[in-house]
C-alpha cells in the first residue's frame, strides 16, 4: 500500500523536476519575500500605534501565512522521495499511463504523481485519486472500473510509459 503524508515515516512522492521546483519556491520564500514581508511591517510601524493599524496587521498575517507556508515545505522535502526507476510494465507513481475509454473510445493519458505535483489540467493525477488509485498496480491490456463522482467509467490500459520527469 502507498503510503503518502507528512507525519512520521510517510514520504510526499515527487519527480526529480518537482524537488527542484519546491526546493527552488523554498528559497524565494525565506530569500524574497520574508524580505518584502519584513519591510511592509517596517513601514507599517513607521505610521506609529500599531494597535489600529491596519497595515501593519495585514503585514503581520501575512507573514504567519508565509511563516507556514515554508514550515510545511520544509517538511515535504524532508519526506520527499524522489520518483526514479519507473517501470513501464505496471502502473506505479511517476508512470505515464495511456487509457481507452470502454464507453466513448476516446483515449485519454495520465502522469500518476504524488499529491504536491498533482495538476489534473495537465492530466497529471495524484495516486490518490479515484482514476490514479484505480490504476495504480494495473498492467498493459488490463480493464479497471473506477468508481468516480459522476458514477463508474471503465478504462482499459493501453501503454505505460516512463511519466516522472
Known amino acids: 500500500m502507498i503510503k503518502e503524508g507528512s507525519v512520521g515515516d510517510e514520504k510526499f512522492f515527487l519527480t526529480k523536476k518537482g524537488f527542484e521546483e519546491l526546493t527552488r519556491k523554498l528559497e524565494y520564500l525565506t530569500t524574497v519575500k520574508r524580505r518584502e514581508i519584513s519591510e511592509k511591517i517596517r513601514k507599517a510601524i513607521a505610521f506609529g500605534d500599531i494597535t489600529e493599524n491596519s497595515e501593519y496587521n495585514t503585514a503581520k498575517n501575512e507573514q504567519a501565512f508565509l511563516e507556514s507556508e515554508i514550515k510545511n515545505i520544509e517538511l515535504e522535502l524532508a519526506h520527499a522521495e524522489i520518483i526514479e526507476n519507473v517501470s513501464s510494465d505496471i502502473v506505479k507513481v511517476g508512470s505515464k499511463v495511456t487509457v481507452k475509454d470502454s ?63
Open 103 to 165: 464507453s466513448s473510445k476516446k483515449t485519454s493519458t495520465f502522469i500518476i504523481t504524488g499529491r504536491l505535483e498533482s495538476d489534473p489540467e495537465n492530466h497529471k493525477i495524484s495516486w490518490a485519486s479515484p482514476i490514479g488509485e484505480g490504476l495504480i498496480d494495473h498492467k498493459v491490456n488490463d480493464t479497471i472500473a473506477i468508481k468516480i463522482p459522476k458514477g463508474v467509467i471503465k478504462y482499459k490500459i493501453v501503454k505505460i510509459e516512463k511519466g516522472g520527469e
